[in-house]
């Protein structure tokens, strides 16, 4: 037996066994964490923000599990970029509306993460998503779009969600119903540097990022706390998912100096050669962070106006 297979340990997701770190979070705690065993892990500067977020016990695609997903320990990085509203709604289903800063000229963006310390065990993730107009309205006012320019209450539609574990495959595509699948994927994000690999299919490359790291600032656990609502379907019916970030140190620069991102073969350079960017605004990188993941709840949308 490979010392990989003893170092993981299988566990049943809705009828999808996956396999888990041994003596992992997940493997220890089954998404009931013990919050003072957490914050004594050094790289988790503090579980406040948590013990304010009850977790409740739900039924799911994946069975009963508990909700919210704690992430105790993470870093993002995310280019926002113009695109042409036309391109943008050609891959939007047709009760989504693009936000649109200027009529016919919409957001969509590049994300990356690095997810430390989470219920969930270690893994990273990357992103092409579409800023979307809320659901829950049909008139978009200035606040919404304000907010959304400041990354600080953002909706959005994901089209592509490549992540490095099984257990984060099967939750997000089984549970939350994103466009996920398993690859090789690097993500670095320092005071100085953040870097980020997507691998294709056959181990090329997908996209990349390189860029310098905008300088930090530091906030105190809860002075910051912005929400992403993602909207999917699940069995046919609309859900949103929330997210909610609390940042502890983050930066942002609307140069795009010292940035290179490279697209290669791959669905995620696919997605975003689709959405037609003509340039990128906006580069925020969160060094370090915290998230509250919850289930989807179902949720009404009205089709947009033709």
Same mark, same amino acid.
């Given at each position: 037996?490979?010392?990989?297979?003893?170092?993981?340990?299988?566990? +049943?997701?809705?009828?999808?066994?996956?396999?888990?770190?041994?003596?992992?979070?997940?493997?220890?705690?089954?998404?009931?964490?013990?919050?003072?065993?957490?914050?004594?892990?050094?790289?988790?500067?503090?579980? +406040?923000?948590?013990?304010?977020?009850?977790?409740?016990?739900?039924?799911?695609?994946?069975?009963?599990?508990?909700?919210?997903?704690?992430?105790?320990?993470?870093?993002?990085?995310?280019?926002?970029? @113009?695109?042409?509203?036309?391109?943008?709604?050609?891959?939007?289903?047709?009760?989504?509306?693009?936000?649109?800063?200027?009529?016919?000229?919409?957001?969509?963006?590049?994300?990356?993460?690095?997810?430390?310390?989470?219920?969930?065990?270690?893994?990273?993730?990357?992103?092409?998503?579409?800023?979307?107009?809320?659901?829950?309205?049909?008139?978009?006012?200035?606040?919404?779009?304000?907010?959304? &320019?400041?990354?600080?209450?953002?909706?959005?539609?994901?089209?592509?969600?490549?992540?490095?574990?099984? =257990?984060?495959?099967?939750?997000?595509?089984?549970?939350?119903?994103?466009?996920? $699948?398993?690859?090789?994927?690097?993500?670095?994000?320092?005071?100085?540097?953040?870097?980020?690999?997507?691998?294709? +299919?056959?181990?090329? &490359?997908?996209?990349?990022?390189?860029?310098?790291?905008?300088?930090?600032?530091?906030?105190?656990?809860?002075?910051?706390?912005?929400?992403?609502?993602?909207?999917?379907?699940?069995?046919?019916? $609309?859900?949103?998912?929330?997210?909610?970030?609390?940042?502890?140190?983050?930066?942002?620069?609307?140069?795009?100096? *010292?940035?290179?991102?490279? @697209? *290669?073969? *791959?669905?995620?350079?696919?997605?975003?050669?689709?959405?037609?960017?003509?340039?990128? =605004?906006?580069?925020?990188?969160?060094?370090? *962070?915290?998230?509250?993941?919850?289930?989807?709840?179902?949720?009404?949308?009205?089709?947009?106006?033709?």
């Amino acid at each position: 037996m490979s010392s990989n297979q003893q170092d993981t340990v299988k566990v +049943d997701l809705g009828g999808r066994e996956v396999t888990v770190p041994k003596g992992g979070l997940y493997d220890r705690y089954r998404m009931n964490p013990d919050l003072d065993a957490i914050g004594r892990d050094s790289r988790v500067s503090s579980v +406040d923000f948590f013990r304010k977020l009850p977790k409740i016990k739900v039924d799911s695609p994946i069975g009963p599990t508990l909700t919210p997903n704690f992430y105790y320990n993470i870093s993002t990085a995310r280019l926002t970029m @113009l695109a042409p509203s036309r391109a943008i709604r050609a891959r939007l289903p047709e009760e989504l509306s693009p936000l649109e800063v200027v009529p016919g000229l919409g957001l969509v963006s590049v994300m990356f993460f690095r997810y430390n310390v989470c219920d969930i065990d270690f893994y990273t993730e990357a992103a092409v998503g579409i800023a979307v107009k809320p659901a829950r309205h049909g008139k978009l006012g200035f606040f919404d779009l304000v907010t959304g &320019l400041k990354n600080e209450h953002l909706d959005s539609y994901v089209l592509s969600l490549p992540v490095s574990t099984e =257990i984060a495959q099967v939750r997000g595509h089984d549970g939350y119903g994103f466009p996920k $699948w398993v690859t090789d994927l690097d993500v670095d994000i320092d005071a100085h540097r953040t870097t980020a690999r997507v691998a294709n +299919d056959s181990g090329g &490359l997908d996209l990349s990022l390189l860029a310098n790291t905008p300088a930090q600032r530091a906030y105190v656990s809860g002075e910051r706390v912005g929400s992403l609502t993602s909207y999917t379907r699940i069995d046919g019916a $609309w859900h949103s998912t929330l997210n909610q970030t609390n940042v502890l140190n983050a930066g942002t620069t609307r140069s795009t100096s *010292g940035i290179t991102l490279q @697209l *290669g073969e *791959g669905r995620m350079s696919d997605d975003l050669r689709s959405l037609k960017p003509k340039r990128t =605004i906006q580069f925020d990188v969160m060094t370090e *962070g915290q998230a509250a993941l919850h289930m989807p709840v179902p949720t009404s949308v009205q089709s947009r106006s033709k």
